[in-house]
């Protein structure tokens, strides 16, 4: 009696087990034609390139809104030949030759491969996409702005702003016609590292906006025509001498703060100096107490830091 259960429950268990195998064997390899759907395909144009502004410059355009177009993807075809369908397989293309006078575009599936030519692949909501461009044009000439750091001079060394001139103080800029380029500003950041002379240069020029994020030609389709300008740098050499007074009136004491002066000019002119004596002065009062502010003027072989000195009457003798 327990032999014969078992074996009916064998005969059982390799009944079901034939029919999920030919269950298995109708559904992948002799199943009906199925519908398989896979969404928000990538629109690629023309030639297979991704719809993007750094692609797009190339033909003057931009898209506004700044999204690649996607469709949904309908096949048709069986389980088993579905597996032939993979990763870059198939596109859907656009053709923007009639940009931007268009707004819609026909979307085409193109096929990669002989294997995929008995399977039905379709668009499946629009068989058009709606993308709206605008023309790149040539913007007003942009000032470019200089940056850097003199802290990576050398020691004893020194540059400035009114020291550093550019060849091209304007650069030329493509970007969408609706763009006004009123928070973009053009950059360029002078390296200083190890100078010690003067020098003539050319650096990169960057876009970024007025909090200092970089302009990005995919996201914006601003681009830089004239991308590096030539910098003129003056290096100078800088030192702190003793600052010392002239005293016309032996009866008076006078004291001068601060005590040092720092000079700026050529290395030959000044390294050699130790300190800097103010001749040409006129004191309003001569009483104890009494203050009065001096300028040091400058000269053709230096010039003064901060120039303005404090010279007090310490004590007046009878």
Known sequence: MKNKLKDNLILKIISVSIAIIVWLYIQVVQSPVNDFYFYNIEVLDSDGNTIEADILQNRGLYIVEGEKPTVDIHVRTSLLKLMNLKKGSYEARVDLSGAPDSETYPVRIVKKGDNLNDIDISVRNAKQVAIKFEEIEMKDS?????????????????????????????????????????NVKAVVDIDLSGKTESFSEDFPVKLVYENGRPVSLKETGIE????????????????????KLYNKNEKLELKVEPSTVTLIGAKDS??????????EYTLEKEEVGYTQKIKIPSTDKYKVQNDTVTVRVMNVLE
Do not use: H
């Open 224 to 243: 830089i025509v004239d991308k590096k300008v030539k910098a003129n740098v003056e290096i100078l050499y800088k030192k702190d001498v003793e600052l």
């Open 142 to 182: 942009l000032a470019v702005q200089v940056e850097f750091d003199d802290k990576k001079l050398p020691d004893g060394y020194y540059t400035d702003r009114n020291s550093i001139t550019l060849d091209m103080p304007y650069i030329r800029v493509k970007a969408p016609e609706s763009e006004t380029m009123e």
């Open 270 to 279: 000044i390294k050699d100096m130790l300190d800097l004596t103010i001749r």
